[in-house]
Every structure is written in C-alpha cells, then in structure tokens.
C-alpha cells in the first residue's frame, strides 16, 4: 500500500521522461491465445530500469473483435502495440501505413501510434537478425540452411535476403518451398531450395535454422543431422521447450547450438526502439525474460 504523499511522489518521478505530470506512455500486446506472452515482463521491467512512466499490458484478442479493438485501443491513448498470433496478417486492413518491414514480411508485429496514424511494421525479422549476429557475421559467404517455409520462416528469410547470404530452404511441402525462394529472389536476396532430408547441404551449411512446428509438440525431428560439420551454429526458433530433440542431437553432432529466446528479446526491443526512438535498455530486459522463464 502507498500513502497519498508517496504515490504524489511516485507520479512526478514517474512522470518526467515524457512530460506533463501524469502522462504515462501505454503499450500492449494482443493475440488469441496470449496468457503465456512474456512481453510484458520484458517491457515493463525495461521502463522500470529506465525510470520511465510507461505501462505494458496483454490483451487476448478473439478474430472477430480484431478491428474493434485497434480502435478501442487508440481510443485509449495507446502509443503503440504488439500483434502476434493469429493476427500479424488480418491486422493489416485497420493500419494506415506500413513500413518497408512490414510490406517486405507481409506481417505486421507493432503498430505505432503516430500523430493519430496506425503505423504498422516487422521486428520479427530484424529481431531474429539481431539475435543471430550475436553468433555470427552475414554475408554473402555464407550458407544459410531454413528447415520450413511457413510463416516465421518467411519472416526470417525476408529478414535475411539484404545480407545477400546464400539461403537454401528447405520444406516437406516444396511448392511452399518454392514459393518462399521467389519472394527472396524478387526483394534481391540470394536463395534456392533442396529437397526435403538428408543430403549434401548438410556438409555444406554455415548456419541451420530450424523454423517448423515439430519442436514444438515435442516431436522427434524426422531426419538425422548425421554428416553436419562439427561447430556449425544450430537454431531452433521454438524456447519452449528450452532445448527441442532438434538441438540436443545438434548439440551431440559437436554444433553451437541457440534457441529462440533472443529472437523474443530482439523483436521486443527492435519495437521499444520503434515507439520511443531511444536505445532500449537490453541488459535488464534479457535479464527480466530470463528469469521469467527461470533459466
Ligand atoms: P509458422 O507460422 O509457425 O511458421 P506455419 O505457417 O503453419 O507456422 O508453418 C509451419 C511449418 O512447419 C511449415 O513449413 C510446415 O511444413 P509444410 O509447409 O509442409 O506444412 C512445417 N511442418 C509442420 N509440421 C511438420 C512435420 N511434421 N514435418 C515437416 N514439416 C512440418
């Protein structure tokens, strides 16, 4: 409990990064199912390092209230929000604006609020980039493997076609595949597709990116990494669980192997970046994820 001098207090405090007194900045996120989503935790323990009079909050968000509720939530002054899923797609038709990200994924993950103006973008891709340069450089030396082609593997690979690193994508259904590596090829990037399993890619891979569901239902992977070069680097997008069957047979193949996390930290401070036009804090944002997660 707070005494009304402390909470007096505690407002002016609050209230001095962005102006008049009790002015707090409002942030979101919204999606269907959305009970599990860290961001909150992430952002908020942001504000609180920063001092800033900032809230963050989560919304579940059913498909058919989707375009009452953007409106609802510019009508509530907020100054931006996440999207995830199943809206990152349907969302589009209520924005304005779309930045290069965003039109580049075909997805929108943070709308900001700009002068009344619903700008949409995509730190998906540019998170999941961030996160992958903390392991290694991009460029066209490189041979980057993407295991899927739905929608996350879209997003990372729209994200990765301006390094001009050469994308081989790989999927059970080709014609998705197929699909994929044309819309690389038409932003400029370099990528082609192999077929579905074991093969020469396998020797031949700077980096494998594990983008489809399997990890996440527990499921075995259903080919071997047998043939891998020892010390390529290994990504699973799935944190859930921490180490999918998919890297821990990476990990025994002698590969450096990373998981999602990052991807989640990234994109969460690629849209604070976004909405406050300031460096994020990412030391107590990583810290305040991971000890969520209690790792
Ligand atoms: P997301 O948005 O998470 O990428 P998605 O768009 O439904 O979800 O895509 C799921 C990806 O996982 C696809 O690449 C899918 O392959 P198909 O295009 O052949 O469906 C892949 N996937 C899911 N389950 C799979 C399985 N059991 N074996 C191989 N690929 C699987």
Sequence with gaps: MMTITEWENHSVVLSKSFGGVGLVKHFAVIGDPIAHSLSPVMHNAGYKALNLAADYQKFQVSPEDLGEAVLGLKALGFSGWNVTVPHKETILPFLDELTEEAVRAGAVNTVKVDKGRLIGHNTDGSGFVR????????????????????????????????????LCIMNRTPERGAELVGKVLEWGGQA??????????????????????????????????????????????????????????????????????DMLLYQGVNAWEFWLEDKAPLESMRKALYQALAV
Excluded at 195 to 201: D, I, M, T
Excluded at 208 to 236: A, N, W
Aim: negative net charge.
């Design 131 to 166: 996160s992958l340069q903390e392991h290694m450089e991009l460029d066209e030396r490189q041979q980057i493997v993407i295991l899927g082609a739905g929608g996350a593997a879209k997003g990372i690979a729209m994200a990765l076609a301006p390094f001009q690193a050469q």
């Design 192 to 261: 082609h597709q192999e077929e579905w399993g074991r093969g020469a890619w396998l020797a031949q891979a700077d980096c494998v990116i594990q983008t489809t569901s399997i990890g996440l239902k527990k499921e075995e992977y259903p080919f071997s990494l047998e043939g891998i070069r020892p010390g390529t680097l290994v990504v699973d997008i799935i944190f859930n669980p921490w180490e999918t069957p998919f890297l821990h047979s990476a990990k025994a193949m002698g590969c450096k192997t990373v998981n999602g996390i």
